[in-house]
């Protein structure tokens, strides 16, 4: 299982997991989910404590992946299959993403 922490400007907002080849995961950060000025993510992912679980990479972080030959280029400097999505997002939503969110790796023995 790989694992993600997902910032806002800076600040933890919550978990992305896969947990399998077809079981995605999202909640939120509970301080995140209790501070009431803590917008949403996404209007695809409201701020809840519902556990959000897609068979896919919600849209959402899937919006935030390069296309075409960026994509190529990422995967292959990165060592990744090309459709490994998760992957892909894991290696560059660390910085410089086009909007407030990042995404960081959690080591698997954190876990």
């Keep these: 299982m790989r694992e993600a922490i997902v910032y806002n400007s800076g600040r933890v907002a919550g978990r992305l997991k896969e947990a399998g080849p077809d079981e ?8 995140y ?21 897609s068979d896919y990479l919600f849209p959402f972080f899937c919006n935030m992946l390069s296309e075409g030959h960026n994509r190529a280029v990422q995967a292959r400097l990165h060592k990744l299959d090309e459709e490994d999505d998760f992957g892909i ?9 086009p909007g407030t969110i990042t995404i960081k790796p959690v080591a698997n023995d954190s876990i």
């Design 89 to 97: 997002l894991l290696s560059t939503a660390q910085t410089d993403t």
């Design 24 to 31: 995605y995961i999202f909640y939120y950060d509970e301080a």
């Design 33 to 53: 989910f209790k501070d009431a000025a803590a917008p949403a993510i996404s209007l695809t992912l409201p701020k809840t404590r519902q556990v959000y679980k």
